[in-house]
C-alpha cells in the first residue's frame, strides 16, 4: 500500500475542513463559514483497501497570531507541515492567488522542500473550470515544482483526480491505523468539537471567536444504561457575550442543545442527554493555560 501523511493547508476560510471530510467520507472536522474554526490539527484517516491510506491533516488557517489561542493555531498548522508527506495547500479559486497565499507558500511552505498540490477550491463559483486556467497558468510560471488541480470541496467535483496525485507521491508502506479508523481524536474533545460548531451557527456574527467548549462528563443514563448523558460548559469572554448565548428565555441555548443532541446521537447511535451551561472566562484567548485545558494545547 501507498501510505503517509498530508497536510491541508491555507489561510482560514478557503474549506479545508470541509475537504478533508468529503475525501474521508466522515466528519472528522467541523465546518463554519467563520475563520478560525479549525482550532487544532485533526487526523482524519482515509483508507482505500489494497491501495493506499493517507492521514490527513486538517490545520488551522495561517495567520498572524495576536493572542495565546492563534500563536497554538499557527504552531499546530507549522508542525503538521514538517510532519507531512505531501503538502495539499488550498486556495479559494474565486478570489485568485492573493499576496497572503504567496506569503503562506514562501513562508511555509517552499523551503520545505516537500511534494506540493496546489488545490483551487470553490471552482464551482467560477461557473466554468475553464475560468481557473488563467490562474493555473500564472502560476505554472512562478512555481514550476508544483502540481495544480483544480477542485470543488463542497460539490465533490474532482476530489479523484486530488485524491489520485496525493497518492502516486506517497511511499509504500504498512497501515498505520486500523482500516476502520476514521479520526483520533478522543470522545470528549470531538464531542466539544460538534457542540462549538452549533454554538457557532447560532450566534452568527454577534460573538466573535471568543466560544470554547468542556466537556465535563460523559456517563451512561442512570435509568436507561444505553443513554449517554453528556455535560459541558459554553465558554464566552465577556459577560456581554452570555446572554447573547443563552438567548431571551434561554431559547437560543435550547436551540443549540438540539442541534448538537440530534447529530451527536447520529455519531454516537445511541440516545443523548445533553447538559449545556454557560460560563465567563474573562480574556481566556490571551493565557495560555486556559488554552490548554480547553483543548488546543500542542
Not at 495539499?88 to 520545505?112: C, H, M, T
Not at 505554472?140 to 485524491?163: M, Y
Request: proline share 5%; charged share 25%; hydrophobic share 45%.
Amino acid at each position: 500500500m501507498k501510505v503517509g501523511y498530508c497536510a491541508i493547508v491555507g489561510k482560514p476560510n478557503v474549506g479545508k475542513s470541509t475537504l478533508i471530510n468529503s475525501l474521508i467520507g466522515a466528519k472528522v472536522s467541523i465546518v463554519s463559514q467563520k475563520p478560525g474554526t479549525t482550532r487544532m490539527r485533526i487526523l482524519g484517516v482515509k483508507t482505500i483497501k489494497d491501495v493506499a491510506q493517507i492521514v490527513f491533516l486538517d490545520t488551522p488557517g495561517i495567520a498572524r497570531a495576536s493572542d495565546a489561542l492563534s500563536e497554538v493555531m499557527l504552531q499546530s498548522a507549522k508542525l503538521s507541515l514538517e510532519e507531512a508527506d505531501v503538502i495539499v495547500f488550498l486556495i479559494d479559486a474565486s478570489e485568485g492567488w492573493q499576496s497572503s497565499d504567496e506569503n503562506i507558500f514562501n513562508r511555509y511552505i517552499k523551503p520545505l522542500k516537500k511534494p506540493t498540490i496546489i488545490a483551487l477550491n470553490k471552482i464551482d463559483l467560477l461557473g466554468k473550470v475553464d475560468k481557473a486556467l488563467p490562474i493555473v497558468e500564472e502560476l505554472s510560471q512562478k512555481l514550476r515544482s508544483v502540481e495544480f488541480v483544480p477542485i470543488s470541496a463542497s460539490k465533490g467535483f474532482n476530489l479523484d483526480r486530488l485524491l489520485d496525485s496525493i497518492i502516486s507521491k506517497l511511499k509504500e508502506g504498512e497501515p498505520l491505523f486500523e482500516p476502520e479508523m476514521t479520526t483520533d481524536l478522543p470522545a470528549r474533545i470531538f464531542f466539544a468539537e460538534i457542540i462549538r460548531e452549533k454554538v457557532l451557527q447560532k450566534v452568527h456574527q454577534e460573538i466573535p471567536q471568543g466560544i470554547a467548549i468542556v466537556v465535563e462528563n460523559i456517563s451512561p443514563g442512570k435509568v436507561d444504561k444505553q443513554m449517554l448523558v453528556i455535560s459541558a460548559k459554553i465558554i464566552v469572554e465577556k459577560e456581554s457575550h452570555k446572554p447573547i448565548v443563552i438567548g431571551k428565555g434561554g431559547q437560543k441555548l435550547k436551540a443549540i442543545g438540539e442541534l448538537a443532541r440530534k447529530e451527536l446521537e447520529l455519531i454516537t447511535g445511541k440516545k443523548v442527554f445533553l447538559e449545556l451551561w454557560v460560563e465567563v472566562k474573562p480574556g481566556w484567548k490571551d493565557r495560555p493555560e486556559f488554552v490548554k485545558h480547553f483543548g488546543y494545547g500542542l
